[in-house]
């Protein structure tokens, strides 16, 4: 199959072109070489390379900047996407857009299901929503939604958790907001895993296995970067609410997304988040 992903800068973009196939015909585009709300460019770019798919992991991430923003979360998240979903359809090729845990407002007492009610907190979450309604309106669209992500490269919660703990006496992290770190791999194999299946259009949801608070998540970069030879010494961890580290956007307090659907469909393992972290710590030391 060919494959355009675009987004290409960001975390899941690059796990994608790294984790490819070798029988898949792979083309990457970053939002300098293609940005997805120019439409004249998306088509004159469908037409030349004729995808069977495209990956979209182009968004505005910037959840807090968002807030006083909205007008740029939404010309990304959501018109650029109507954009691309609309060129894909016209183009004959399939869409699969990556999504987020924020479209849900962390007040289940349960993992939510890709078919649970949305209402998302934030300008972002609701500028991913509207986005996420962009692509299903259009045959065979595909949501993937994910959470926590990070790689061993940009910027991510595993890679600033690191920077800290060599500079700082000690970092203080939320101890109040529950969901699963994933790396960016996983989720770049449950894509391969979708496409390779060819499931029908509608909303998925993937991360890695298990459920942490930001404060277990750092606790637990800590020592496994200690074992690994990436940190030298242990600084205190200090868990606190998030009343005491208030943000500009709020975010919900418990996103565990429910998985298993997916699981049953795909040929594809998934492990403990803890298991994926030691491994993207081990390419972080290879690099």
């Known amino acids: 199959m060919k494959v355009l992903v675009l987004g290409g800068s960001g975390q899941i973009a690059s796990a994608v072109r790294t984790t490819a196939p070798t029988h898949h015909d792979i083309v990457l585009k970053t939002r300098a070489q293609l940005d997805i709300g120019d439409a004249a460019g998306v ?31 939404i010309a990304t998240n959501d018109t650029a996407v109507g954009i691309l979903a609309n060129a894909a359809a016209r183009a004959g090729c399939r869409l699969l857009h990556i999504s987020t845990d924020f479209v849900f ?3 289940s007492n349960r993992a939510y299901l890709p078919r649970d009610k949305t209402n998302p907190l934030s300008v972002y979450g ?22 926590w992500v990070y790689a061993s490269e940009g910027r991510n919660f595993v890679l600033t958790m690191l920077r800290l703990m060599r500079e700082k006496p000690e970092v203080r992290v939320v101890c109040d907001q529950f969901g699963t770190p994933t790396w960016a791999s996983s989720a770049a194999s449950a894509i391969w895993g979708l496409i390779e299946a060819n499931v029908p259009g509608g909303i998925y949801h993937w991360t890695d296995l298990g459920v942490a608070s930001w404060y277990d998540f750092a606790v637990a970069i800590q020592e496994e970067a200690q074992l ?26 418990f996103s565990l997304l429910d998985t298993g659907s997916t699981r049953a469909m795909l040929k594809v393992p998934a ?17």
């Open 43 to 73: 088509a004159r770019a469908l037409k030349e390379f004729q995808p069977n798919w495209v990956i979209n992991g182009a968004a505005y991430t910037a959840v807090d900047l968002a807030e006083d923003q909205p007008e740029q979360a």
């Open 126 to 147: 609701l500028s991913k929503l509207c986005g996420e309604r962009q692509v299903l309106r259009a045959a065979g669209g595909i949501v993937l939604r994910t959470s």
């Open 228 to 253: 690994k030879g990436l940190l030298n010494h242990a600084i205190p961890v200090v868990p606190i609410g998030s009343t005491e580290y208030p943000t500009r956007a709020q975010r919900p307090a």
């Open 105 to 107: 407002d962390g007040k």
């Open 271 to 287: 492990h403990h988040w803890r298991h994926n972290l030691r491994n993207m710590l081990d390419e972080l030391r290879a690099a």
